[in-house]
């Protein structure tokens, strides 16, 4: 995870989970895709968007502002758990 040592992070649980699916997304499907679309595949471009705008949703600088938010801790919780277990894209 990106934060300076002496600093202590609040809900590094959510930030680290959100940094596991970016990873995966930049490093895993995206280049799948591509590769896909180069075998003759669709590329599917509104897929991607629509994850990429999941994330953006739930990166580390709106989770600080939503910290001390109980339900949207659970909320967030709820959706990196589902896009892991596959259950929503």
Known sequence: MRVHRSIYSSRADL???NTRIENK?????EP?????YSLGFDYQHGLLEAIWK?????TPMIL?????????TVRL???FSLRKSGQIN
């Open 15 to 17: 930030k680290s989970a």
């Open 25 to 29: 997304v930049t490093n895993i499907l």
């Open 32 to 36: 799948l895709a591509s590769i896909g």
């Open 54 to 58: 999941e994330l953006l949703k739930t």
């Open 64 to 72: 600080l502002a939503a910290a001390a938010v109980i339900k949207y």
């Open 77 to 79: 919780r709820t959706a």
